[in-house]
Structures are given as C-alpha cells and as structure tokens.
C-alpha cells in the first residue's frame, strides 16, 4: 500500500481557497487517490476521487501531477463549515482486495 | 434513505463482558468494513468482508471477530473486551464495482468504553 503524508494542520479564513498536499512516492500504475472529510464525531465523507490529471466535482477540486507522487486537494472559497480532517488515501480498488488506510489526515481550522 | 446503521451509538461496559455492534446497510452493497478511530492514530481499519461470508483482517484485527452471514449485516463481537478497545468505531460499505478506488459510506459511530 501506498504510504500517504499531509501536513498535521493547516489555518484559513473564510472565503479564501484552500490546497492540501498530499505525497504519495510510491504509488503504483493502478492505484486511485480519494479524499475524505471528516467533522467532529462522525463518520469520513467521500469528497473526490482521481487518477491523474485535474477532477473537479461541486465540492472540490483534485489536481495530480503527471508522475502522480503528490496530489492537491483544492477547496475554493471555504467558510467556518469546512473546518474538518482532510484524509488522502491511496489505493488501488475494493476488489482488489486491498485494505483501505486513513493516515492522520490534516485538520484544518478555517477562521472568521 | 440510502444509509448504514450502527447499534448501539453508545456503550459503556466492562472489561470481559463479551458484546456485539451492530452494522447495517440499505444499499446492496458487497464491501463492508470496520474501522476504529483513536486520538492521534487516525482511522485505523479492524476486519473488512468482499461479500457474505468472505471476510479478512485490517491493520488491527487483535481482539475482534466479525461474521458476514447476509449482505445487508456486518457485526463486531468483541469476545473479551480489554480498555485498550475503548475506542470510536465506524463500520463503512461500499458498492464493489470495476477496478476503480470506491466510495465509502459511513455509519454514525460507536463510542465505546471498556472499564
């Protein structure tokens, strides 16, 4: 499995665009990168998904450099509500057979 | 509503006394898994199961067991609970569909305490 590292933390304030960074060095040819939020006390939320390239969806946007090492995940304009845990994960499909690994995530704290 | 459901929300018991939470899901789903969740450790992943009756160990499987006898229903059985379990617990499903990385829907958790 592909290890996953982003930062601990990060601040913002509201309507700014925020970017976290995730590094994954040794990703493999199928692996896929999702994204989840988690807020206080409950189960992770789904956000994007990608493979390479830029996603973009009606939360989010995810941008993957050709080589695939990193990936950003992009929140434009955020307000208080998206004060969360922001987890990258690496992985290559359920029916893979592949466990599924949350690293610590990166929690960010956005201001008014 | 398209959901997964977990019983109880909240337990407070004590240390040996063998216990079951309880997971279910409203969405056809073959994967199912379970997870659990400490301060400083993130989501750490106990049992996960392809479909009814496969099932197969996560990062920290120790001290748990789970079963998978209809595809709706995911449980785990805690046969001797320790404090070192006193944990967040979120039992997740998902649509099992080609090869791509599949979304996960999450269950509210499960605070539990072992005394």
């Known amino acids: 499995l592909a290890k996953t590292t982003q930062p601990i933390s990060m601040d913002s304030y509201e309507g700014q665009e925020v970017n976290i960074t995730c590094s994954h060095n040794?990703?493999?040819?199928?692996?896929?990168i999702t994204w989840y939020q988690q807020f206080p006390s409950q189960g992770p939320r789904f956000i994007i998904q990608?493979?390479?390239t830029k996603v973009t969806n009606e939360v989010a946007s995810l941008f993957i450099p050709a080589d695939r090492k990193s990936s950003t995940l992009s929140l434009p304009r955020v307000s208080l509500s998206d004060t969360a845990v922001y987890y990258c994960?690496?992985?290559?499909?359920?029916?893979?057979?592949?466990?599924?690994?949350f690293g610590g995530g990166t929690r960010l704290m956005v201001k008014p | 509503e398209a959901q997964v459901t977990q019983n109880p929300r909240y337990l407070i018991t004590v240390t040996g006394k063998k216990l079951t939470v309880t997971c279910s899901q409203n969405?056809?789903?073959?994967?199912m898994s379970w997870y659990r969740q400490d301060p400083g450790l993130g989501l750490r992943q106990i049992y996960y199961?392809?479909?009814?009756?496969?099932?197969d160990k996560g990062d920290v499987p120790e001290g748990y067991k789970v079963s998978r006898k209809e595809k709706r229903n995911f449980p785990l059985i805690l046969e001797s609970p320790s404090p070192n379990q006193t944990s967040l617990y979120f039992c997740?499903?998902?649509?099992?569909?080609?090869?791509?990385?599949?979304?996960?829907?999450f269950g509210p958790g499960t605070r539990l305490t072992v005394l």
């Open positions: 997740a499903s998902s649509l099992v569909a080609g090869g791509s990385y599949n979304e996960q829907f």
């Open positions: 040794n990703i493999a040819t199928n692996d896929y």
């Open positions: 990608g493979y390479k």
């Open positions: 994960l690496v992985g290559a499909g359920l029916n893979a057979g592949n466990m599924l690994t």
């Open positions: 969405m056809n789903h073959e994967y």
């Open positions: 199961s392809m479909n009814v009756e496969v099932t």
